[in-house]
């Protein structure tokens, strides 16, 4: 591939010691292209779970939502609810960890919509017509609101994940956009594995399940698997050791994120931008609080309309940094994979394999 083909990748470096909102409005401008006058535009992000405090602050958001006005835009502030049960598992529940977050309609300048209605599974199936590496998830259901969208723009928070190895802009697409169904077929074929001789009975999973996909006749737990939505919340909540992952269960999703994100996008055409801010960049994702220490310094913003070039520019920058800490002596390289267990360049390589974009590309600074 001639450099002249290469996607562009707009890098500002925190070491330059800026103003990132100016730095924002810089980058900003290189890719506004996909935002038109007049256009509903979903600024897609994630607010933070209750008790974290590595998401993206508000003040990021409300810089971005800005410059979409500035362009004749009209942006609102978007994600959907979580699989498994929590504070953010209904909209409701969503807007008050939003708020408690700091993001207000006031303190965004724009309104906060979670896509997807108070449950979580208004949308439509939309239809992933290539499959590689033995996927069979063959259509995804896209929230409404953002599928009503004219336009995206996509603000992720780089950091690690315990099932991807890292969570960028590919994953913010892949989960976020879409209903709990999707997101369960996603995670279905990481279903946790039980060890009926391990279950003590003590009922723990039955009450957490919000599915009712868990039940306790003679003091022997079972598992309704058409009930089950592979939330995986009782993998986490279980003491015993009952559940484990199937085999190579991180790498099977890893793949599966990448044909939902592509089913997403394709609906956007070229109407999409992604925003990427490699701060804060803790082993865990914005849905652990806490997700721990970080594992690099901070390291600065990337914006480009590949998000597969910028995923790799993200994982690549965060290779070429020095960990931190407890990671200092960690194996370079793929860091936040290794910290997971897996490979963070699954995703980015199935993205690459289905004409979402390139992993080769140019990275220009701002100057």
């Not at 994940?161 to 976020?176: T, Y």
């Not at 199937?246 to 939902?260: D, G, N, T």
Request: aromatic share 8%; net charge negative.
């Amino acid at each position: 591939m001639h450099d002249s083909e290469r996607p562009e990748v707009f890098f500002s470096p925190y070491t330059r010691n800026r103003a990132f909102l100016r730095e924002l409005r810089a980058l900003f401008s290189r890719v506004a292209a996909a935002v038109s006058p007049g256009d509903s535009v979903a600024v897609k992000v994630h607010m933070g779970e209750y008790g974290g405090s590595a998401y993206l602050r508000p003040p990021v958001v409300r810089r971005v939502c800005d410059l979409i006005k500035e362009k004749g835009g009209r942006p609102f502030v978007t994600d959907t609810t979580t699989l498994y049960p929590g504070r953010r598992f209904t909209a409701g529940q969503y807007l008050a960890t939003a708020t408690f977050n700091g993001f207000t309609e006031e303190s965004v300048g724009s309104p906060i919509v979670i896509a997807g209605g108070e449950q979580g599974y208004d949308g439509e199936w939309v239809d992933i017509p290539d499959r590689v590496s033995g996927c069979t998830l063959d259509r995804t259901k896209v929230a409404t609101e953002i599928l009503n969208a004219d336009s995206m723009v996509v603000l992720s928070h780089v950091k690690g994940h315990p099932m991807s190895g890292f969570g960028g802009a590919i994953k913010n697409v892949a989960m976020g956009c879409v209903t709990k169904e999707s997101k369960a077929d996603q995670h279905r074929l990481n279903r946790g594995v039980i060890d009926f001789s391990k279950c003590t009975g003590c009922g723990d999973c039955v009450e957490a399940c919000s599915y009712g996909a868990m039940s306790l006749p003679d003091d022997r737990m079972v598992r309704d698997e058409e009930k089950c939505m592979s939330c995986n919340h009782c993998f986490f909540l279980c003491t015993e050791g009952v559940f484990s992952l199937p085999p190579e269960a991180r790498e099977r999703f890893s793949v599966y994120l990448a044909h939902a994100a592509a089913g997403v996008l394709r609906l956007f055409d070229s109407r999409v931008t992604f925003i990427s801010f490699v701060q804060d960049v803790t082993p865990l994702c914005d849905c652990v609080a806490p997700s721990g220490l970080p594992v690099v310094p901070d390291i600065g913003i990337l914006a480009s309309a590949d998000p597969v070039a910028i995923d790799k520019a993200s994982l690549d920058l965060i290779a070429r940094a020095r960990p931190l800490g407890k990671y200092a002596d960690a194996a370079t390289g793929d860091i936040l994979g290794n910290i997971n267990k897996t490979d963070s360049l699954i995703q980015v390589r199935t993205a690459r394999e289905l004409g979402m974009g390139n992993t080769e590309y140019r990275l220009s600074e701002q100057e």
